[in-house]
């Protein structure tokens, strides 16, 4: 059953993926993305991370693809400048690609995973409390700056574009 879930949620990722990069409305190709970000989390669901995939729906597909949209409605996108990346050589975006997956697979090679297997066990993390448990401890205790610098910056951010947002308004 695990495998055929996982074959479910592998392939309506894929097509879910190709539809946020091949619909010309950009509204469908949030709501595609919208579903990417439920069907990657069943997968993390059947990895045994439910933390992950409850703040993969909770953030990525409540939050910032509500913002997404409001923010495509805002700017309205049928003016949009679509032009500018139409006008790139097609070689630039494909090497532009092919470089970034190249960077993916050298990092992944160079990752060492061996000595992680002993420290972040599934018999040793739900013995020292759970996932879920431990991730809080380690983000409110040993990187509580980061955290909150992260916390100011979205608030600044989101400042901004409320910012942007009223002066396009007035216009």
């Known amino acids: 059953m695990r495998h055929v ?3 479910i949620f592998s392939i309506a990722s894929i097509f879910a993926a190709l539809m946020v990069i091949s619909r010309k409305n950009v509204v469908h190709s949030a709501l595609s993305l919208v579903l990417l970000f439920f069907t990657t989390s069943g997968l993390y669901i059947l ?3 439910e933390l992950v995939a409850a703040m993969q729906i909770f953030l990525y597909a409540g939050a910032i693809i509500v913002i997404y949209i409001f923010v495509i409605m805002m700017i309205n996108m049928r003016k949009g400048t679509t032009d500018d990346i ?3 050589p097609k070689i630039f975006i494909i090497g532009a690609g092919c470089l970034f997956f ?3 697979m050298y990092f992944l090679s160079k990752a060492n995973y061996a000595g992680m297997k002993d420290i972040y ?3 040793k993390v739900n013995s020292s409390g759970g996932m879920t448990y ?3 401890k380690i983000m409110y205790t040993k990187y509580l700056y980061p955290f909150e610098v992260i916390s100011l910056i979205l608030l600044i951010a989101m ?3 409320i910012v942007l947002a009223k002066k396009a308004d007035k216009k």
């Open 5 to 7: 879930l996982f074959f």
């Open 47 to 49: 990895t045994g991370a």
């Open 134 to 136: 431990n991730i809080a």
């Open 102 to 104: 190249a960077e993916i």
């Open 159 to 161: 400042i901004g574009a």
């Open 121 to 123: 066990s599934v018999e």
């Open 86 to 88: 139409e006008n790139l």
